[in-house]
């Protein structure tokens, strides 16, 4: 029933300190558990992990969104994001529109999670993902935590993950042992998401556990600047969520300390920017319905041009769909990057698909139809785009769009 | 083979002063026709429309799009769009991204068309449509063209229109006749579009023929502020392409003026506005693969942050999905407009659907499910999204997202 994750993608980074460990285990101080509470018919839809280490530190980022989930509201109003220890997090529902009630639902789960685990309060973080605009019922939640809470083991986090899955068709972790100058640590991860999936900063459920120990402030910025380069680096379909949450734990029971500014933090961030890039290469791979990935790489021009000029051909349906079906059809791609750019100069842009140029100038070029056709039938295919002038150079990973979207968006419902 | 327009539209126009023609003839002073020239393997693909009045005057608008197909580019330099006589449009190729080459093409389309009818060359705009990126034979259409030339007739809309299909599954037209407080005048038009869609301004062919007689200044500001409201309030997919093209042409034929800040200034621009909303309704409801149309209506707020809602709802491709199933998930309308509007304060939004409101002050609110499945199951569905304070309001008219779109464009290609 569990499909299982695709291979690593081209575009992963490696590390030679980064290391994938066997065992699946989660770091030293934490444990993490999922099971069936009853908010969904059938299967997990409750996970729990908590840290056993009272000095925990964290750091969080949330939905730029102003339609704010429930959960979202409660963590940035009543949870010490700096020292997180226990997150509940629910598939199923996503407690987003609820209104007061909704807020009071996970403000409830807030609490009985505390309780349960002996963790203060404010130690707690919610998190949500399903249909929107739906009542939560806090009791199903909070009677499924109990048990939740007996399960909490070493291991559990295969089970944690499975448990906030929504349309995703496998579960997405991570689990590597870093090499520090100053010791060995592990590093895990747990994410979801499939659609809905355009980070205005990170979309989608993202729990990452360490055993280093870290200061609030390092975890904080190794977290903002590794969300930037991986969850806001992607599109399924560009569409911002009211529930992204991704959260860092940092137990310190490694007794490794990554100091700021320090070797340590250097080689730390680098694992945690390998680990958030895979899982959001996963979130693409398994965006809804999809079959290939694209990634979209524009060289030149200013920075917000080359920003826009890349989301407009990762989020275009023409682009989505011809990527889909294996179409060489480029001009997709100019047209793309012309109305994000809109002048009555003509742009003089040059487009590269598999390293195979395509247009030179603004202007067709000669190129070899059967090359570039095998070319865009593998499972990832690269567009290179190059504005004129020198200056910025962004990357969007994108999914294609095909009849799969369609069928799981034109039929899941309220 | 031609799929007949669908009716009329809940959200069209109706003016006393304006009534259908049921003989579909052009204004006095126009001829039309529409060939098989070769450029598409089959089926007419060579419109042809001219006017003898060597007093016509007219105005024009282009796609805002820096990818400026050729034809854009040479009708923006080289023709006085305040006297066009001639139009030459030709479907099956886009002439976009062509470069030098493909200026020449058009050059020499629009030289030879001046020749063929005897008229100036300055005085021939020229238009295409279809895939970007292919050159366009310049010989092949000049064959065409004296067919062309010996086919015009003043019942040749219907061909011509014929002629500047791509995907469009019918032909659309619109022919009424305008009583002004000086005498009557007919309107005509014909026009193009079912993907690529969303105006920069204008998108798609569209052109507008009267035997009115019309200052250029009165022609230019008529067009505008129609294509404002019309075209500009439109989305198929979001997509703006790289030969959008408005052109009204006005004969004098009738010999009735149309002053400036006149009575009939006034119900001109009435005709032309229920015109031009009725071809770009037929767009929508034309969109490629697409069963249904929703109308998204947003009110307070400011004018900028109702435009991205409106914009964010009318291309997410969640609502689209939703709208093609039918299905009552009103959470993807709230996301749309949360993600659009990005703050970390909640958004009281109320939104409706068919009149059903469904969610108030950011929360659900009860409904009757039974009566709001019933209402988005039929052809048009309204959506109203009310945002806090007074203030703007607006609307986009947008097709849904189905089976048919990816059908058609995973697999049309160069």
Request: aromatic share 4%; glycine share 12%; proline share 4%.
């Given at each position: 029933?569990?499909?299982?994750?695709?291979?690593?993608?081209?575009?992963?980074?490696?590390?030679?300190?980064?290391?994938?460990?066997?065992?699946?285990?989660?770091?030293?101080?934490?444990?993490?558990?999922?099971?069936?509470?009853?908010?969904?018919?059938?299967?997990?839809?409750?996970?729990?992990?908590?840290?056993?280490?009272?000095a925990?530190?964290?750091?969080?980022?949330?939905?730029?969104?102003?339609?704010?989930a429930?959960?979202?509201?409660?963590?940035?109003?009543?949870?010490?994001?700096?020292?997180?220890?226990?997150?509940?997090?629910?598939s199923?529902?996503?407690?987003?529109?609820?209104?007061?009630?909704?807020?009071e639902?996970?403000?409830?789960?807030?609490?009985?999670?505390?309780?349960?685990?002996?963790?203060?309060?404010?130690?707690?973080?919610?998190?949500?993902t399903?249909?929107?605009?739906?009542?939560?019922?806090?009791?199903?939640?909070?009677?499924?935590?109990?048990?939740?809470?007996?399960?909490?083991?070493?291991?559990?986090?295969?089970?944690?993950?499975?448990?906030?899955?929504?349309?995703?068709?496998?579960?997405?972790?991570?689990?590597?042992?870093?090499?520090?100058?100053?010791?060995?640590?592990?590093?895990?991860?747990?994410?979801?998401?499939?659609?809905?999936?355009?980070?205005?900063?990170?979309?989608?459920?993202?729990?990452?556990?360490?055993?280093?120990?870290?200061?609030?402030?390092?975890?904080?910025?190794?977290?903002?600047?590794?969300?930037?380069?991986?969850?806001?680096?992607?599109s399924?379909?560009?569409?911002?969520?009211?529930?992204?949450?991704?959260?860092?734990?940092?137990?310190?029971?490694?007794?490794?300390?990554?100091?700021?500014?320090?070797?340590?933090?250097?080689?730390?961030?680098?694992?945690?920017?390998?680990?958030?890039?895979?899982?959001?290469?996963?979130?693409?791979?398994?965006?809804e319905?999809?079959?290939?990935?694209?990634?979209?790489?524009?060289?030149?021009?200013?920075?917000?041009?080359?920003e826009?000029?890349?989301?407009?051909?990762?989020?275009?349906?023409?682009?989505?769909?011809?990527?889909?079906?294996?179409?060489?059809?480029?001009?997709?791609?100019?047209?793309?990057?012309?109305?994000?750019?809109?002048?009555?100069?003509?742009?003089?842009?040059?487009?590269?698909?598999?390293?195979?140029?395509?247009?030179?100038?603004?202007?067709?070029?000669?190129?070899?139809?059967?090359?570039?056709?095998?070319?865009?039938?593998?499972?990832?295919?690269?567009?290179?785009?190059?504005?004129?002038?020198?200056?910025?150079?962004?990357?969007?990973?994108?999914?294609?769009?095909?009849?799969?979207?369609?069928?799981?968006?034109?039929?899941?419902?309220?």
């Amino acid at each position: 029933m569990t499909a299982v994750a695709p291979g690593p993608s081209r575009w992963s980074t490696a590390h030679g300190h980064v290391t994938p460990a066997g065992d699946g285990l989660l770091p030293g101080g934490f444990k993490a558990s999922g099971v069936h509470a009853g908010i969904k018919a059938e299967g997990l839809d409750l996970g729990l992990i908590v840290s056993d280490e009272p000095a925990t530190t964290s750091a969080a980022r949330f939905t730029a969104s102003s339609v704010i989930a429930a959960p979202v509201e409660l963590c940035r109003k009543r949870t010490r994001l700096d020292a997180i220890r226990t997150i509940v997090a629910n598939s199923g529902n996503a407690n987003a529109a609820t209104g007061n009630f909704g807020f009071e639902q996970a403000a409830k789960v807030q609490g009985a999670a505390g309780l349960v685990g002996g963790v203060r309060e404010d130690q707690v973080a919610v998190a949500s993902t399903g249909v929107i605009g739906v009542q939560l019922d806090g009791q199903t939640v909070i009677r499924g935590l109990t048990r939740a809470n007996d399960e909490l083991r070493r291991d559990g986090a295969e089970d944690f993950a499975n448990a906030i899955r929504t349309t995703d068709a496998f579960p997405k972790t991570a689990c590597v042992d870093v090499g520090l100058p100053s010791g060995k640590v592990r590093l895990t991860a747990q994410a979801k998401g499939a659609g809905m999936i355009q980070p205005g900063f990170a979309t989608m459920l993202c729990f990452v556990q360490t055993d280093a120990a870290l200061a609030p402030e390092t975890a904080d910025l190794l977290l903002g600047v590794c969300v930037k380069r991986s969850f806001e680096r992607i599109s399924v379909d560009g569409q911002l969520s009211t529930n992204d949450t991704a959260i860092l734990q940092c137990s310190g029971s490694s007794d490794v300390q990554v100091a700021p500014e320090s070797e340590d933090e250097l080689r730390f961030g680098e694992a945690l920017d390998a680990v958030l890039r895979d899982l959001a290469l996963l979130m693409v791979r398994d965006g809804e319905g999809a079959a290939r990935v694209g990634r979209v790489v524009v060289r030149g021009g200013e920075a917000i041009a080359a920003e826009r000029a890349a989301r407009a051909v990762a989020n275009s349906p023409l682009v989505k769909t011809a990527l889909h079906g294996g179409d060489p059809n480029w001009g997709r791609i100019a047209q793309a990057v012309g109305a994000a750019l809109p002048s009555t100069e003509q742009l003089r842009l040059d487009i590269a698909i598999e390293g195979i140029p395509v247009c030179r100038g603004g202007a067709a070029t000669r190129f070899d139809l059967g090359e570039l056709q095998r070319a865009v039938t593998r499972d990832e295919v690269e567009y290179e785009v190059t504005l004129p002038g020198e200056g910025a150079e962004t990357e969007v990973f994108f999914s294609d769009l095909g009849h799969g979207y369609v069928t799981i968006n034109a039929d899941y419902t309220t």
